[in-house]
């Protein structure tokens, strides 16, 4: 038996981690924080069919109890590695050696105070997609900030996305599905509320999404504006201005909104203490890890041994992120067969 | 107002919570497939009028949604009722019955009859 470490304990390093346990590996995962499930804790229902978050996220917990080590609340200090293998310290003076590493630490959100112009953390009634996520999750009623029932909501998409000043050029994929799902969630929790969602592009990639957009449209009655927010002011009740270009008419449009919703993208981790980083890994030029072969072996870096997946290579939805964990846990259990004559470049077929 | 050198100027912006948005509610009514356009244009590419008049049902639609009344009664009688929007609709919207009930709006908003 040989050993894996899974350094993430998130959507992507628990499939893994279950996967891989079940070929007869040994592995251990690392977590951060002080919970196993990752982003997937903040989350009350999934796109497209809005399948709760609760079931999947027990599922993958319990998974991983099956007779693996599990380590939270750890704070890497290092990481060496050789061609045997690989030494990993954390809390400063616990030792944890593997096989092979996998590297599953995901993704940051887009720190919405950034984009200081949209009023969040200045407008009581500016708050983030997580936000209202967590509010659909606690049950409570969605109020404002002077505790009315909002009568107008607006959806801002790609804040902290496809925008140079905020740093980030790249598109984070899942907002436009997820502010869909979550316009049409407010809806059916306030039926008299009218809903606007300002976009520039309505990316719909996936299957299922563009049935969800015309769910929006046909049965809910969801209005999309094709604009982007400069600027949101604040009235002196608390509601808020917005001035936008409506870009299909060529005219300057204002409106107020009760309470805005900002789309917070998803972007690469680049705080001080980052993986990516310590290990000497390259960015692409979004910053996200770069992948050495794409098409051939997306999961392989430039260390022999070393291994990645989910949202450490970009954004992907739950789904995707699934797939590349039970992809690369296939990929893991064939270096570790055949660990010995493994050069680097070739491309395993599974044995079967 | 002739002979003084100046003129005022009319907003140019849309002001969407002073708009009236009857005609859209009258239109919906009727056809409630309103609802379904998303702005994409084949209508308006499909259109006959559009080669010789200022005419647009995609502009048309969103202007119903802003709450533009003089908008649309400036341009909406300039259909001719040919019918290939309603061929060319991705989304299967009633075009040729949302002109109709868009007309019919406005004259009632010229009758005061709604």
Redo the contacts between chains.
């Keep these: 038996m040989k050993s894996v470490t899974i350094i993430g304990g998130g959507v992507a390093g628990l499939e893994a981690a279950a996967r891989l346990t079940r070929m007869g590996q040994a592995v251990t995962v690392i977590e951060k924080s002080d919970q196993l499930g990752g982003r997937l804790n903040q989350w009350h229902a999934l796109f497209p069919f809005r399948t709760p978050a609760g079931p999947l996220l027990s599922k993958l917990r319990n998974n991983v109890a099956e007779g693996m080590n599990m380590i939270v609340n750890a704070n890497i200090t290092g990481v060496e590695y050789n061609d045997d293998g690989f030494a990993i310290r954390i809390n400063n003076n616990r030792m944890i050696t593997a096989n092979s590493v996998l590297l599953t630490t995901g993704f940051d959100i887009f720190d919405a105070e950034k984009k200081e112009e949209y009023g969040y953390g200045i407008y009581e009634n500016v708050i983030t997609s997580v936000e209202l996520e967590q509010m659909f999750h606690s049950g409570k009623p969605i109020l404002t900030a002077q505790g009315n029932i909002p009568s107008r909501i607006g959806f801002i998409h790609c804040v902290g996305s496809r925008d140079e000043k905020a740093g980030n050029l790249h598109c984070s994929k899942v907002c436009c599905v997820t502010a869909v799902k979550q316009a049409i969630e407010i809806k059916e929790l306030i039926p008299s509320a009218e809903i606007f969602l300002y976009y520039m592009d309505l990316r719909m990639f996936g299957r299922h999404f563009e049935e969800l957009y ?1 769910e929006a ?2 049965k809910h ?1 969801i ?2 504006i ?1 604009a982007r927010l400069s600027e949101a002011f604040e009235n002196p009740d608390g509601t808020l201005q917005i ?1 936008i270009e ?1 870009t ?2 060529a ?6 909104l009760d309470m805005m919703v900002l789309m917070v993208g998803i972007q690469p981790q680049r705080k001080t203490g980052n993986l990516i980083d310590m290990l000497g890994l390259e960015r692409d030029a979004d910053g996200f890890l770069m992948q050495e072969d794409p098409y051939g072996s997306p999961f392989k870096t430039k260390i022999r041994g070393l291994y990645c997946a989910g949202g450490i290579t970009g954004p992907k939805t739950i789904e995707e992120t699934l797939i590349e964990a039970r992809a690369v846990a296939a990929e893991i259990n064939n270096y570790l067969k055949h660990k010995e004559t493994y050069t680097g470049h070739e491309h395993f077929v599974m044995e079967l | 107002m002739i002979g003084f050198g100046y003129k005022i100027q009319a907003d140019r912006q849309i002001d969407y919570d002073s708009n009236n948005r009857r005609i859209l509610e009258f239109v919906r009514d009727g056809e409630p497939s309103i609802d379904w356009c998303m702005s994409c244009g084949t209508c308006a590419s499909a259109c006959t009028a559009a080669m010789t008049a200022d005419y647009s049902l995609r502009r048309l639609i969103i202007q119903a949604r802003r709450g533009m009344e003089n908008e649309i009664r400036e341009s909406v009688y300039r259909c001719r009722f040919c019918g290939k929007c309603f061929n060319a609709c991705p989304r299967g919207v009633n075009t040729r019955n949302i002109v109709y009930l868009m007309q019919l709006a406005a004259t009632k908003i010229t009758n005061h009859e709604i």
């Design positions: 015309k449209q046909f009655g209005q999309f094709r001035r409506d299909l008419l005219k300057p449009l204002k409106m107020n």
